[in-house]
């Protein structure tokens, strides 16, 4: 029995390197460049998510930190500059993307630095047709650079919405398997994942399929929509901008043909309805031991979370990006080669 199409949609937006004004590492660094150049970042999202609303989009997702501030993130001789920036650009940021939903009634999904209180959170957020926000994530696993400004979140919050229940993830949560199974036994149905890393086509398709979940993936290369067959919908390939969508029934993505042999053994056609009561919980408590036994291969501490070994990875980092700002080889890459 057919449901209701959904039309899910991704973003792209390519690397851009940030000016030299607006880059706080620089000598001739401006706070209102800074503002300036991070409004414009915003823009430019705000820009691409309207294209999937005129693609017909239900729900579109943006990329990470939209404001493109995670240099000031990891400036720490002056923490105030992130902090200002962060504060600052939130009403804006909400702002922009809410019209944009409103305007083309859809749901949106944007990943940007979100200020609550006294804290930072690295967030996905996601907004209604109406424009208004609807709730947050917040990230969960940071990398030890988002800890020297950002809190970790804590949970995998889903929401229900007339497509049906959404959650989300940001970047680095993609490591960790269990953080988009969170998601599924919360109920998620769609996942949406804004990324600075690009997403392996083999790894979009493992966790939709694993959960039996739509995952759109949003970063700077293949941003991709995955169906719960393992199948990938939409891919924006290698442009620099770009927004791709595709049409799905919810309802009828996880629901085995007739003549499935698990259908006749188990009498529940529904794979994900399956999946769910056919769970052994009892059998998989070693994933939520603080100190399974794997770990006891690694000798203790090694993370580089101290206030000495944090200084010394910054005066690392900060070295190196001077190195570019010079316009010199820079030592340090994000990602290792295949002969490494």
């Known amino acids: 029995m057919a449901g209701k199409p959904v039309t899910l949609g991704t973003t792209q937006m390519g690397w851009r390197d940030t000016p030299e004004e607006a ?27 309207a294209r999937a609303g005129e693609m017909g989009a239900d729900i579109a997702v943006t990329g990470e930190d939209i404001a493109s501030t995670s240099y000031a993130l990891t400036y720490l001789d002056d923490t105030s ?32 630095y979100e200020p609550e209180g006294d804290v930072i959170y690295n967030s996905a957020v996601l907004f209604g ?28 919050p889903v929401f229900e919405t007339d497509i049906g229940v959404v959650g989300m993830l940001v970047c680095y949560d993609e490591m960790w398997p269990e953080a988009s199974a969170s998601l599924a036994m919360n109920g998620a149905q769609i996942i949406c994942h804004p990324s600075a890393a690009s997403i392996p086509d ?18 700077g290369l293949h941003s991709m929509i995955a169906a719960p067959n393992a199948k990938i919908l939409a891919d924006c390939g290698e442009q620099d901008e770009a927004a791709a969508v595709a049409e799905v029934d919810l309802a009828a993505a996880t629901r085995a043909p007739e003549n499935f042999w698990e259908y006749i053994y188990s009498g529940i056609r529904d794979h994900r309805e399956r999946h769910l009561k056919l769970r052994r919980a009892e059998a998989y408590r070693v ?54």
């Open 287 to 340: 994933l939520s031991d603080p100190n399974p036994p794997a770990l006891k291969q690694f000798p203790p501490g090694g993370l580089a979370d101290t206030p000495e070994a944090i200084r010394e990875a910054y005066e690392k980092q900060k070295a190196d990006y001077l190195r570019g700002l010079r316009g010199e080889k820079q030592l340090y890459e994000w990602r290792w080669s295949e002969e490494d």
């Open 23 to 49: 880059h706080p590492y620089s000598d001739v660094f401006s706070l209102d460049a800074a503002r300036a150049h991070a409004r414009s970042r915003v823009d430019a999202h705000a820009a691409l998510v």
């Open 129 to 156: 047709r109406d424009g208004a926000v609807m709730g947050s994530y917040h990230k969960v696993n940071l990398p030890i650079y988002e800890t020297w400004q950002v809190k970790n979140g804590d949970d995998f």
């Open 81 to 112: 500059i992130f902090q200002t920036l962060t504060r600052e650009l939130h009403s804006y940021i909400v702002e922009t993307l809410g019209a944009v939903a409103a305007r083309h009634r859809m749901h949106v999904v944007a990943c940007f």
């Open 202 to 219: 083999w790894k979009m398709k493992t966790r939709a399929m694993d959960h039996q979940v739509f995952y759109i993936s949003s970063t």
